[in-house]
């Protein structure tokens, strides 16, 4: 009897890849890594830091292979500025990174943790070192959010997750600047009842362009007697209306099973921001924070996480 699911991702064998062990300045943990490929074929990671008094900001690590080798910034890349920016009261978040073409610039996604809640923030940069911050563009609570590489009718879109209590969902929100947004447009809601996905979902890295249509992979929240579950699933949505939702799996493809997944500062959780796509343009290459305490990474192809939800959806 085989009762194995389908193994969509891999574990890499050097998992964790990153711990606070390997932080160059003292930290509690690090995790949820937003990742970016350079032209130089650098791996990327901005990562989510959390520092002692229990406030995050984003440090940049990155490797010429994207396993290890890690070159961190000696100090925090991206720190949050409340003085600057009053929204950022205690602390930063939870990044994503789209590269723009018609810019030429990197747009990072962010959420600023103000004391209304947390909200969506944006920002821009050429090279990593310097950041221009465009602040709140989702008034709390808002969150898990990320802009489409390209516009969609004329119009910027960004996907993000407004909470409304108990339950949260994905949405899209249109802007012709980047500032001012939109015909804002349900994607998928949370399921109801008994489902992995019954209480909170949310887009984790930004979606990937296929022939297909937007591929996405979301988390999910279970709520259990022993507590959450945050598990990962698959859906698809339109490339030209992406609030239109073609195909959603219906079970969880990857989930906290290791020790560093299941044990941390909050257990049993498996929650990426970041992906990189290999030169054959199918081997992913994701990069999530375990437990809120550390990074792992896992390797899959995007040919067989379309196959699978062909079969599944």
């Given at each position: 009897m085989n009762n194995q699911a389908a193994e969509l991702f891999r574990r890499h064998k050097l998992n964790p890849i990153l711990t606070a062990n390997d932080w160059p300045y003292p930290i509690n943990s690090v995790f949820n890594p937003a990742?970016?490929?350079?032209?130089?074929?650098?791996?990327?990671?901005?990562?989510?830091?959390?520092d002692r008094r229990g406030h995050s900001h984003l440090t940049i690590a990155r490797s010429s292979n994207g396993v290890d080798d890690w070159q961190i910034d000696a100090e925090p890349t991206m720190p949050a500025e409340p003085d600057k920016y009053p929204e950022e009261l205690w602390g930063i978040e939870d990044p994503r990174i789209t590269f723009?073409?018609?810019?030429?610039?990197?747009?990072?996604?962010?959420?600023?943790?103000?004391?209304e809640g947390p909200g969506v923030a944006l920002a821009f940069t050429e090279?990593?070192?310097?950041?221009?911050?465009?602040?709140?563009?989702?008034?709390?609570?808002?969150?898990?959010?990320?802009?489409?590489?390209?516009?969609?009718?004329?119009?910027?879109?960004?996907?993000?997750?407004p909470v409304s209590a108990p339950r949260a969902h994905m949405w899209i929100s249109y802007s012709p600047d980047l500032l001012h947004w939109g015909s804002h447009k349900l994607m998928m809601e949370a399921r109801r009842g008994a489902w992995w996905d019954a209480n909170k979902i949310g887009l984790s890295p930004p979606p990937i362009e296929t022939k297909h249509g937007w591929l996405v992979i979301y988390h999910g929240v279970k709520h259990t007697a022993a507590g959450c579950i945050y598990r990962l699933g698959l859906?698809?949505?339109?490339?030209?209306?992406?609030?239109?939702?073609?195909?959603?799996?219906?079970?969880?493809?990857?989930?906290p099973t290791e020790p560093y997944e299941?044990?941390?500062d909050v257990g049993n959780v498996v929650f990426p921001c970041g992906y990189t796509v290999g030169a054959d343009g199918?081997?992913?290459?994701?990069?999530?924070?375990?437990?809120?305490?550390?990074?792992?990474?896992?390797?899959?192809?995007?040919?067989?996480?379309?196959?699978?939800?062909?079969?599944?959806?």
């Open positions: 990742a970016a490929l350079l032209p130089d074929g650098t791996t990327l990671l901005l990562c989510r830091v959390e723009i073409p018609e810019l030429k610039k990197y747009a990072i996604v962010y959420t600023a943790y103000t004391h090279d990593f070192r310097s950041f221009e911050r465009y602040g709140v563009i989702m008034p709390p609570e808002d969150k898990d959010a990320a802009l489409l590489p390209h516009r969609i009718g004329g119009n910027w879109a960004l996907i993000h997750r859906a698809l949505f339109d490339l030209n209306s992406p609030e239109r939702c073609i195909k959603r799996g219906d079970e969880w493809v990857f989930g299941q044990h941390g199918d081997t992913i290459h994701l990069y999530y924070g375990a437990a809120d305490t550390s990074i792992g990474l896992a390797t899959g192809s995007l040919s067989a996480l379309l196959e699978w939800l062909e079969r599944n959806g």
